[in-house]
């Protein structure tokens, strides 16, 4: 399986926007783009699930803010977890 984001809520804050959602890896895969839903992400979090200690924590390999949906995520093999995004 390969790397798969998808968006499970959204808001407004003041006059941002805020989407979340949740990420899953496959075994062997260690991230890809998330599509956050945003015209222009500004920040996005990044929480590791499961049961088990992740030994290196998850990074986006971007330089924000970046216009476009999709940010480019590093993380652990096999990891599954959240996200939250804020922009426009």
Not at 16 to 25: P, V
Not at 29 to 34: K, L, R
Not at 49 to 54: A, D, E, K, T
């Amino acid at each position: 399986m390969a790397f798969a984001s998808a968006i499970v809520g959204q808001s407004v804050m003041g006059n941002k926007r805020i989407f979340w959602g949740t990420y899953t890896n496959g075994s062997g895969d260690t991230g890809g783009n998330i599509n956050t839903g945003l015209q222009s992400c500004q920040s996005i979090f990044l929480q590791p699930g499961g049961s088990s200690v992740i030994a290196t924590a998850p990074a986006v390999n971007e330089t924000l803010p970046i216009a476009g949906s999709a940010v480019t995520v590093v993380t652990a093999d096999n990891e599954d977890g959240t996200w939250i995004a804020i922009g426009y």
